[in-house]
Structure formats: C-alpha cells, structure tokens
C-alpha cells in the first residue's frame, strides 16, 4: 500500500466475532514511530463502526473503506457456507455408513 511520508495516517481494525463486531483505531506517523502497531479491539456495534468509517467516505475506489467491509462481508458468507456445506457433507457421509454399511462413503469436500 502507498503511504504518504511524513503524515498522519489512520489504521482501522474491524473483525468479528461470530455475530458482534470488534473495532480499534490508531493514529500515526511512519517516520516517527515504528513499524509494527499493536491494537486492541474492543467490543463495539455496526452503527459506531459505520459513524466512524462515515468521516473517510470521500476516499477513491482503492481506500475505500466500504468496499473493504462489503469484500469482507462475502469472505465471511463463504466461510459460513463452507462450513455448513461441511457439516452437510460429514452428516450424509454417516447417514450413508449407517445405511450402507458394507460400502464405504469417501468423498470429501473442503478438505
């Protein structure tokens, strides 16, 4: 990611855990601090996360805070997806086992 040097640049944080959304944000300069930052999330709601992300609306398309959140939003949809897939699958591998006992049922999905 491009930064500009010298100035003040803003690290968000937004993760979740099953439902409830976590948040943290820290404000820094490059030059003047070290590379690696430590956040730590504290529990928070959509609307104070979205009345905050509101102020760095007008950002173009590549800072997009927006996007970011509806690309991780589809990241979280297919995990959830996978995994109930998943449970589907070991579900119709016992069901097959119990039903047909003498045939074995191998087929694996999402390793």
């Known amino acids: 990611m491009l930064m500009p040097k010298k100035e003040s640049i803003v690290v968000i944080s937004i993760a979740y855990q099953d439902e409830t959304p976590f948040f943290a944000t ?25 009345s905050f992300v509101k102020q760095y ?8 805070l927006e996007k970011d959140l509806a690309f991780m939003k589809q990241f979280a949809d297919e995990k959830k997806r996978k995994t109930r897939i998943k449970a589907e699958n070991e579900f ?20």
């Open 26 to 50: 820290q404000e820094f300069i490059p030059e003047e601090q070290e590379e690696n930052l430590s956040l730590s999330l504290k529990e928070s709601s959509m609307a104070e996360i979205k």
């Open 57 to 64: 609306d007008d950002y173009e398309d590549e800072n997009c």
């Open 92 to 111: 119709m591998g016992r069901l097959w086992q119990k039903v047909y006992p003498c045939c074995g049922y191998h087929v694996k999905i999402f390793n």
